[in-house]
């Protein structure tokens, strides 16, 4: 079993920056691949970023694309997304998943919730204007 549990969260004003960090436990195996999705109150959730396990390829949804920057360091079993240039629509409850991977999906990205085995409980990103 893996566990998430993600911190960072909190207020910000618009234009500064946050960082969330995702602890991975438990089955502490590289080949996940990790992603980063957000919810805002009365929105479906939406993807925000995703990075591939094995060649660290990433994506990112439009609306932070030049904003945000996901990372991971496998030897501390975390994933960071750093939050810059804040907005208020960003605020969300933020959340991290886990896709554990096999040898043959190194390179690819998972967009969709669904796709995602293992989820962490959330942590709230207020953007205040």
């Known amino acids: 079993q893996v566990q998430l549990v993600e911190s960072g969260g909190g207020l910000g004003q618009a234009g500064g920056a946050l960082r969330l960090s995702c602890v991975r436990s438990g089955r502490t195996f590289s080949n996940y691949a990790m992603g980063w999705f957000r919810q805002a109150p009365g929105n479906e959730g939406e993807v925000v970023a995703t990075?591939?396990?094995?060649?660290?390829?990433?994506y990112y949804t439009n609306a932070v694309k030049g904003r945000f920057t996901i990372s991971r360091d496998n030897a501390k079993n975390t994933v960071v997304l750093q939050m810059n240039s804040l907005k208020p629509e960003d605020t969300a409850v933020y959340y991290c998943?886990?896709?554990?991977?096999?040898?043959?999906?190194?390179?690819?990205?998972?967009?969709?919730?669904?796709?995602?085995?293992?989820w962490g409980q959330g942590t709230q990103v207020t953007v205040s204007s």
């Open positions: 990075i591939a396990w094995r060649s660290g390829s990433t």
């Open positions: 998943a886990a896709k554990a991977g096999t040898y043959y999906s190194g390179n690819r990205l998972y967009i969709a919730e669904y796709e995602y085995d293992y």
